[in-house]
């Protein structure tokens, strides 16, 4: 009977240490294909966005408006980059027999939770441009995640090796430099809750047009 504890004792603490190690495994996974998922679908958006001057007479319609937005909760009191990016992109899956284009406005901000406890990533989705409801106005929210400790973005003009990086742009105001052009390359930098963090770059496909 002893030595049988012993055996079944060892294979308890195999199966355990093995149930562990799947689920440690699955939670890497998960993690990782969120990231993903998140930097597949900001640099979709980024690289298809568009403005056009044309369309911007009398009410602003075509964007890129990138904000740097800090908030307190870092470690040391430090301040944590929770930027927003609104922009009009050419990624909407239209509705059949519908009078939509694949022209829209999409936007990415953080809001604080209801019960306080940290901040959830939403998104907006502005379906069709009517210059009744100017940009960054209108459209569909939802929340994506909560799991976003992070997003940083910055931007860069004109020539991608010869320009500096900015952490903010602008198309619509009248005194902002970027007014009507949009940036050559973005960088996404994402941390999620476990502090790890993923970057990436973008180039902007239709700045030539």
Request: no cysteine; aromatic share 8%.
């Amino acid at each position: 009977m002893a030595i049988l504890t012993v055996i079944m004792t060892v294979i308890y603490a195999s199966f355990s240490t093995a149930g562990k190690n799947v689920e440690q495994a699955e939670a890497i996974r998960d993690e990782t294909d969120l990231a993903r998922t998140l930097i597949a679908r900001l640099s979709d958006d980024i690289a298809n966005a568009y403005i056009n001057s044309s369309m911007n007479s009398q009410a602003i319609l075509t964007i890129f408006y990138g904000k740097k937005e800090e908030a307190e909760g870092g470690a040391g009191n430090e301040k944590i980059r929770r930027d927003s990016i609104s922009l009009t992109t050419l990624t909407n899956w239209r509705k059949p027999e519908s009078k939509q284009t694949e022209l829209w406005e999409v936007g990415y901000f953080f809001r604080e939770k209801p019960d306080g406890k940290g901040y959830a990533l939403f998104r907006r989705e502005k379906r069709e441009l009517s210059k009744d409801i100017p940009a960054l106005e209108g459209g569909d929210e939802y929340e994506i995640t909560d799991r976003v400790e992070s997003l940083q973005f910055r931007y860069k003009a004109g020539n991608q090796t010869g320009s500096q990086w900015v952490d903010a742009w602008d198309t619509k105001s009248t005194n902002s430099p970027n007014r009507g052009t949009l940036p050559a390359l973005a960088e996404i930098a994402l941390t999620l809750d476990t502090g790890k963090v993923y970057i990436t770059q973008v180039v902007v496909e239709n700045i030539g047009r």
